[in-house]
Structure formats: structure tokens, C-alpha cells
């Protein structure tokens, strides 16, 4: 009996101790973390739009968020948008709610600040207390919009699909008619050699300047990438000349990487889903603003 | 163990005579998953090497208070809290190192080694010789798991650190999981060869 006694004691003094270490360390690091994985997204997305520390973005380019959330009530699902009001303003934003059928149900104000409308956290209790009781809303995914003197320019979203091993996270960048303008491969776990080429620039640079229509039905094909496209991918050539090179082959599929077709395959197969399915979305999206006056800064 | 030389003894002990993976041949699962580049073999054998030290010390300087029945638990523990630490702090300071392995380090808390280590030494010795033991192991893990990524790099994607040395790519087989053991083994066998011939001529023999 004393020794279970001594047992507990000394096991769950351990444990304290444990978790005093991991949680002060946590609360050292925490801060810091968050502003690495922001710092890197915020780069990626410059980035892809052609920007660097060394050549920023414009002033009159305004990058908008918005949010997509799943609202159930009952059994009953609702898609609901926070978005943007016109006027950036401190907590100005709005809550649209559309139906499974693509119609306007309702929108309502959502008074939230520009810095906490990125935490998950304080979002989330902004969305669910402007629904009211009765409702529940689930956060599904944040797309950008760009906007240069308040006509749009490109869209960014984030996505993740399964590849080889487990998912690949990327960011992709579409102008307004939804044609590819870039793609960041942010998170996976491929083969190095193999499957882990999806980050390489003569794979992924393969889907810029694609148009939508060629996109809708982009497909992985097993042969040798040509050299001049190589090189063009590569940017060993002048940028100009390259551009030409890659929009001379923007009508075709994407050359598979050697070894790693279910990677490659995953990629293309990833985008097409993401394209299309954004594409579906802001259609009905923008019927829905156009039709109810909604005021948005995009 | 304690003449002058015992600190020396423990870390070349750790290093080359029990060699974590060419002589105790523990920690396989990692020396063959993740050792398909230098660069891989080098930060996950840091990441061993300082959780392997911290552990060493905790373990060591808490011995009377573990109690027998209930020692392996509390290894786990110590090893996941700084593992922990560890992860925490590569995700918080060496933000692109932590991309390339973010998931290998919290696997460290299965390492075989460690707590073979702590079991076999550290639970019965004093601190500062747990201290050299722990780094000594934590090195020659650190060393077995670099050689096996150049041989790995080389081969296998005709690079060094990223570089591309050779132009082109030898043998595609040895950046796959299988190769590793094929590398691992050839080790074995060359740490196996000179030990041998060391021992010969000790003898005097020709």
C-alpha cells in the first residue's frame, strides 16, 4: 500500500514538472512561431504575385480576406461568407449566409478588428455570436482577394488533398478569370528525389498561365519534359521569352515527374478540384453580392 | 569509473566502441527513414544528440527520486518533455530547419536509444558521467546518421548538401527506405572490419 502511495506521488510529481517545462517553454516559443508561419505565408503570397522585400507591393493594392463557413441549424446546412464591408473600418464586417442552392438568406454585421479576424479563435466567437443561439458555424477555408484601385486582380487560396505519402498543402494564385498565375507548394511529404521534385520549378511552374478551360480537364502525361520548356520553367532563359515558351504549352497536360507519376498526378488533380470548385463558389458568391447590393471592397 | 580519463573513455565509447547504429544497431526506423540526405542526417542527429544529453542529465540527477517499479514511464516522460522543449523551440527559432524536419522530431520519443541509454547508464551513474555518456551516444548517433546520408545523397540524387556534385543521379535505388539498409549494413560491416584488424594487430599478429 505505501508503495502505490509513494508510486502515485512521485509519478504524478513527475508529470507536474513535466508539463511546467513544456508549458513555460510553450509559452516562450508560442509568439514566435506564429509570426514564422505568417511571415512565410505572407511571403509565399507576395511572391506569387510577382512582389519581394526588394520590390513591394504597390500602395493602392489592397489584399481583402474572406472567410467560407459550413452553418448548420438542425439538420438544415448553410454556406456562410464573412467578407469585407466596403468601409475598412474597425469591425466591419459582414456575415453572409447563402443556401445549398445557391440563394441569398441572410446577412448580418459582424464587428470584429481587422488584426483578430485572422485568429481562428476570436473569429469563430465573432461568426457563432452574430448567428445567435440555435446556429453553428464551422470555419472551412479563407481565400484572398487582391484588388489594385479597387478592381480585382488575382485570387489566393490555400489547399490540401492526399499525395504519395501523406497531403500536400499549396497555395495557388488565379487571376479574375480564374487562370493560373502561380503555385507554391507550402506543406507535404514526398520522397526527397522522387515525389518531393513537386516543389521544383520545372514541375510546378508547369500550371502557370494555364487557362481555366484547359485547367477543368488537366491530366498528367508520361513523357519527357521538352528542354526548351525546361528551360524556360527553369528560368534559364529571359523572362519574356520564357513567358512565350510556357504559353506555347499552356494547352497541354503536365509532364510527370520520373518516379513520381501518384505525385504528380495528385498535384494536377488537387488544382483541378481547387480551381473548379473556387470558380463554382465565386460565381454564386458574386450573383448573391451583385443581386443584394452587398458592399465589399473587391 | 573514476580515473582521469573516464569522460574521454564514455564519449569515444559512445562514438565508435557501442556506435548507436553500426554496434548496438538501435534506432534503425530513423537511420533508415530519414537519412536520404546529409542535411536530414545532420539536424535530426542534433535533435537526438540534445535530447539525448538532457535526458542523460535529468535521469541521472533524479535517480533516488524514480521509483524502480514504475522507471520506465518516467523515462518516456522526461524524453517527450524535452523532446517537446526541443520541437517547440526549432519551430519557434530555426523556422526553416523545422519545415525540413518537423515530423521526425516528435518521433524521437520512440527512439530506442535513448532509453536504452537511460536504463543502461544513466539510472545507475553520476551526473557528469551520464553527461559525457549522453553526448558520446548522441555524437555517434549524430556521425552514423550523416555518413549514411552522404553515401545516401551521393548516390542517390549525385548531390552534397544540396549541391549537385556528380551532374547526374547514379543509382535512384538509394534515396528509397530499402537502401538504408543496404547502406546501414555496409557500415556495419566496415566498423565490424577495422575493429577486427585493429584487434589483430594489437596481438601482434600479421
Redesign the interface.
Known amino acids: 500500500m505505501k508503495n502505490i502511495l509513494t508510486i502515485i506521488f512521485r509519478l504524478t510529481a513527475s508529470c507536474l514538472v513535466a508539463g511546467l517545462v513544456m508549458g513555460t517553454t510553450f509559452v516562450f516559443t508560442n509568439k514566435a512561431k506564429k509570426a514564422n508561419e505568417f511571415a512565410r505565408e505572407e511571403k509565399v503570397m507576395y511572391s506569387l504575385l510577382g512582389y519581394s522585400k526588394e520590390n513591394p507591393i504597390p500602395e493602392s493594392m489592397g489584399l481583402h480576406e474572406m472567410f467560407r463557413y459550413v452553418v448548420s441549424e438542425g439538420d438544415i446546412q448553410s454556406i456562410g461568407y464573412l467578407l469585407p464591408a466596403e468601409s475598412h473600418g474597425e469591425g466591419s464586417f459582414n456575415f453572409v449566409r447563402i443556401d445549398l442552392d445557391g440563394n441569398f438568406l441572410d446577412s448580418s454585421s459582424v464587428s470584429i478588428s481587422e488584426e483578430k479576424v485572422r485568429d481562428q479563435k476570436d473569429r469563430d466567437a465573432a461568426v457563432q455570436s452574430a448567428l445567435g443561439a440555435g446556429r453553428y458555424a464551422r470555419f472551412v477555408d479563407g481565400t484572398i482577394v487582391v484588388t489594385d484601385n479597387g478592381n480585382r486582380l488575382a485570387y489566393l487560396l490555400g489547399g490540401k488533398f492526399p499525395g504519395f505519402k501523406t497531403h500536400i498543402a499549396i497555395m495557388l494564385a488565379l487571376d479574375p478569370s480564374y487562370s493560373i498565375l502561380g503555385l507554391e507548394v507550402m506543406e507535404h511529404e514526398e520522397d526527397p528525389g522522387l515525389g518531393a521534385e513537386i516543389e521544383q520549378d520545372y514541375f510546378k511552374n508547369q500550371f502557370v498561365y494555364k487557362p481555366f478551360e484547359k485547367i477543368k480537364s488537366i491530366d498528367v502525361v508520361k513523357s519527357p519534359l521538352p528542354d526548351e520548356y525546361f528551360e524556360a520553367l527553369e528560368g534559364k532563359i529571359d523572362e519574356s521569352a520564357a513567358v512565350d515558351v510556357m504559353k506555347q504549352y499552356s494547352d497541354r497536360d503536365i509532364y510527370a515527374l520520373t518516379g513520381a507519376t501518384i505525385s504528380s498526378a495528385a498535384v494536377s488533380s488537387g488544382v483541378r478540384a481547387m480551381t473548379r470548385k473556387f470558380a463554382y463558389r465565386l460565381d454564386i458568391l458574386d450573383h448573391v453580392i451583385n443581386e443584394q447590393q452587398i458592399a465589399v471592397p473587391f | 569509473m573514476a580515473n582521469e580519463n573516464s569522460s574521454l573513455q564514455l564519449l569515444a565509447n559512445g562514438i565508435l566502441k557501442e556506435n548507436p547504429i553500426f554496434k548496438l544497431a538501435l534506432s534503425m526506423c530513423p537511420a533508415v527513414g530519414i537519412s536520404?540526405?546529409v542535411m536530414?542526417g545532420l539536424l535530426l542527429g542534433t535533435a537526438v544528440l540534445f535530447v539525448q544529453v538532457f535526458s542523460s542529465l535529468t535521469i541521472s540527477a533524479?535517480k533516488n527520486?524514480?521509483?524502480p517499479?514504475?522507471r520506465i514511464?518516467?523515462y518516456t516522460?522526461?524524453i517527450?518533455?524535452w523532446v517537446?522543449?526541443i520541437d517547440?523551440?526549432l519551430?519557434?527559432?530555426f523556422?526553416a530547419a523545422y519545415?525540413k524536419m518537423g515530423?521526425f522530431v516528435k518521433i524521437i520519443v520512440a527512439f530506442a536509444i535513448i532509453t536504452m541509454r537511460l536504463e543502461m547508464f544513466a539510472c545507475k551513474e553520476t551526473v557528469s558521467d551520464s553527461f559525457w555518456d549522453g553526448l558520446g551516444m548522441g555524437l555517434g548517433f549524430l556521425v552514423g546518421m550523416v555518413v549514411i546520408g552522404f553515401v545516401r545523397e551521393l548516390l542517390?540524387?549525385g548531390a552534397i548538401l544540396g549541391y549537385d556534385v556528380l551532374g547526374f543521379?547514379p543509382l535512384?535505388f538509394f534515396?528509397?527506405p530499402s537502401a538504408g539498409f543496404f547502406v546501414v549494413g555496409l557500415m556495419m560491416a566496415f566498423f565490424n572490419w577495422i575493429e577486427a584488424a585493429y584487434a589483430q594487430r594489437k596481438r601482434g599478429n600479421p
Open positions: 536520404t540526405t536530414n533524479m527520486f524514480i521509483h517499479r514504475i514511464p518516467t516522460l522526461t517527450a518533455t517537446t522543449v517547440l523551440s519551430a519557434a527559432y523556422p519545415m515530423i542517390g540524387s543521379k535512384l534515396i528509397l
